[in-house]
């Protein structure tokens, strides 16, 4: 491995690029922390929600899977669109719809209504994480993106990490306040600050360099040169919707992004199932442990991100990971009657599985640009997203089933090793960029 050499006008590209970091991350971290908490949510809802409303572990296993549904359904159309009118309008778009409909769910009272606002919640949701990956390539460069993507997707581990202590305590504190349940009060209180970010989205994002305000002329001609300069770098870079489409690679990644999931869907929807089931009784405590593997995550996250740019290296920073990750998985369903023993070992899971996550988001924009890239991240995110519907329901059928996920878990662990040999199979020269 080789030490990225410094950019031409260091430090004036270093300033350029820290201010654009300052302008556009934070927000769109916010945002990603709240459509993420808004989508996990259900988890900690569960734990009233299924025994009020006398819902199996598949029923709501398969409840919960079917965001997905809507979710692939329109995750490439959507991200055409939003290449089409541009960030600004269709990212508050889908932010206000999605807030929406998440408080919605506090009406829920059948199977079917549960299934009808979950699919729902997928499909105005769809476009948000592959659009805003593509967002991100109108103004960094790939030898920057690993770094940036990384800190965008904190919030991912951030929505645990905050979200699990923050819906524990809203479950107990409103539990009858106004008549209704704690898990209403979850979907109302955790779905409303989407909307009043969709509505900040659109007075705040420029739709690309060109339409920032806070940028002169002269640095949003660097910032065209910078990706020009990329562009050139990139071999046999495809642009048009068909390269994007019809990729192996971008099929690859699908079926890698698959594997991520499949953990971190099981560990993200179930883990305060799992603490119940070892003896934790309190919420409130329950969204502390849960907070624990999503700061292990938010490290890992910043790490390999980091650690990747530095030395412009992408595969083995993220299959040396999934290994890691995978064993933790298995090791797993030896503790399941241990808190402690769970919260660690999903800790170090978290810590690889989706610490790697960042990393591997680099890698669409290395062989694609345009509408390419756009198709590319979109159809990746969809494939992959299958796996929403079968950890979930896979976990719920083996629950009621057994009554232990340890099947489920050791699946997990081998789509990861298998998804690893994909890695191996990507072109080295192409990705490590």
Same mark, same amino acid.
């Given at each position: 491995?080789?030490?990225?050499?410094?950019?031409?006008?260091?430090?004036?590209?270093?300033?350029?690029?820290?201010?654009?970091?300052?302008?556009?991350?934070?927000?769109?971290?916010?945002?990603?922390?709240?459509?993420?908490?808004?989508?996990?949510?259900?988890?900690?809802?569960? *734990?009233?929600?299924?025994?009020?409303? %006398? !819902?199996?572990?598949?029923? +709501?296993? $398969? &409840? #919960?899977?079917?965001?997905?549904?809507?979710?692939?359904?329109?995750?490439?159309?959507?991200?055409?669109?939003?290449?089409?009118?541009?960030?600004?309008?269709?990212?508050?778009?889908?932010?206000?719809?999605?807030?929406?409909?998440?408080?919605?769910? *506090?009406?829920?009272?059948?199977?079917? %209504? !549960?299934?009808?606002?979950? +699919?729902? $919640? &997928? #499909?105005?949701?769809?476009?948000?994480?592959?659009?805003?990956?593509?967002?991100?390539?109108?103004?960094?460069?790939?030898?920057?993106?690993?770094?940036?993507?990384?800190?965008?997707?904190?919030?991912?581990?951030?929505?645990?990490?905050?979200?699990?202590?923050?819906?524990?305590?809203?479950?107990?504190?409103?539990?009858?306040?106004?008549?209704?349940?704690?898990?209403?009060?979850?979907?109302?209180?955790?779905?409303?600050?989407?909307?009043?970010?969709?509505?900040?989205?659109?007075?705040?994002?420029?739709?690309?360099?060109?339409?920032?305000?806070?940028?002169?002329?002269?640095?949003?001609?660097?910032?065209?040169?910078?990706?020009?300069?990329?562009?050139?770098?990139?071999?046999?870079?495809?642009?048009?919707?068909?390269?994007?489409?019809?990729?192996?690679?971008?099929?690859?990644?699908?079926?890698?992004?698959?594997?991520?999931?499949?953990?971190?869907?099981?560990?993200?929807?179930?883990?305060?199932?799992?603490?119940?089931?070892?003896?934790?009784?309190?919420?409130?405590?329950?969204?502390?442990?849960?907070?624990?593997?999503?700061?292990?995550?938010?490290?890992?996250?910043?790490?390999?991100?980091?650690?990747?740019?530095?030395?412009?290296?992408?595969?083995?920073?993220?299959?040396?990971?999934?290994?890691?990750?995978?064993?933790?998985?298995?090791?797993?369903?030896?503790?399941?009657?241990?808190?402690?023993?769970?919260?660690?070992?999903?800790?170090?899971?978290?810590?690889?599985?989706?610490?790697?996550?960042?990393?591997?988001?680099?890698?669409?924009?290395?062989?694609?640009?345009?509408?390419?890239?756009?198709?590319?991240?979109?159809?990746?995110?969809?494939?992959?997203?299958?796996?929403?519907?079968?950890?979930?329901?896979?976990?719920?059928?083996?629950?009621?089933?057994?009554?232990?996920?340890?099947?489920?878990?050791?699946?997990?662990?081998?789509?990861?090793?298998?998804?690893?040999?994909?890695?191996?199979?990507?072109?080295?020269?192409?990705?490590?960029?």
């Amino acid at each position: 491995m080789t030490v990225a050499p410094a950019q031409p006008g260091d430090d004036e590209l270093r300033r350029l690029y820290r201010a654009i970091t300052w302008r556009l991350i934070p927000f769109l971290c916010f945002c990603y922390l709240a459509a993420y908490l808004d989508r996990i949510n259900v988890g900690f809802a569960k *734990l009233q929600m299924a025994e009020q409303l %006398q !819902f199996s572990e598949a029923a +709501f296993g $398969l &409840g #919960a899977g079917l965001f997905f549904v809507g979710y692939i359904l329109f995750e490439v159309p959507s991200n055409l669109v939003l290449r089409r009118v541009g960030a600004r309008i269709w990212i508050a778009r889908i932010m206000i719809t999605w807030g929406a409909l998440s408080a919605c769910t *506090l009406f829920v009272q059948t199977p079917g %209504q !549960f299934y009808l606002i979950r +699919f729902l $919640l &997928g #499909a105005a949701e769809a476009g948000f994480l592959p659009g805003v990956l593509y967002y991100l390539t109108l103004w960094f460069p790939s030898w920057r993106r690993g770094r940036i993507i990384a800190l965008f997707m904190i919030g991912l581990p951030l929505s645990s990490l905050v979200g699990g202590p923050l819906s524990g305590w809203i479950m107990g504190r409103f539990d009858q306040v106004g008549g209704m349940h704690g898990w209403q009060w979850l979907f109302l209180l955790e779905g409303l600050p989407s909307v009043l970010l969709g509505v900040l989205a659109f007075r705040l994002l420029p739709n690309g360099p060109e339409q920032a305000r806070w940028l002169t002329a002269s640095q949003a001609q660097t910032i065209a040169a910078q990706l020009a300069l990329d562009e050139q770098q990139s071999p046999g870079s495809g642009q048009s919707f068909r390269e994007g489409f019809f990729n192996l690679k971008v099929w690859m990644l699908g079926g890698i992004d698959f594997s991520i999931l499949l953990s971190a869907y099981a560990m993200g929807f179930w883990m305060p199932t799992f603490l119940r089931n070892a003896g934790v009784a309190d919420p409130l405590t329950i969204g502390w442990l849960t907070a624990i593997p999503s700061l292990a995550a938010l490290i890992g996250m910043l790490a390999l991100g980091a650690s990747s740019d530095r030395f412009r290296e992408r595969r083995w920073h993220i299959i040396v990971p999934f290994w890691i990750g995978a064993l933790a998985m298995a090791a797993s369903t030896w503790f399941s009657h241990s808190a402690t023993g769970t919260v660690i070992l999903f800790a170090i899971a978290q810590a690889t599985i989706i610490g790697a996550v960042p990393v591997f988001f680099s890698l669409p924009a290395t062989f694609l640009s345009g509408t390419a890239a756009a198709t590319g991240f979109a159809l990746a995110c969809s494939l992959a997203n299958i796996a929403g519907l079968v950890s979930n329901s896979l976990v719920g059928l083996a629950l009621d089933l057994t009554g232990s996920s340890t099947g489920a878990m050791w699946f997990f662990a081998g789509c990861l090793l298998l998804s690893s040999l994909l890695v191996v199979a990507l072109p080295a020269k192409v990705v490590n960029r």
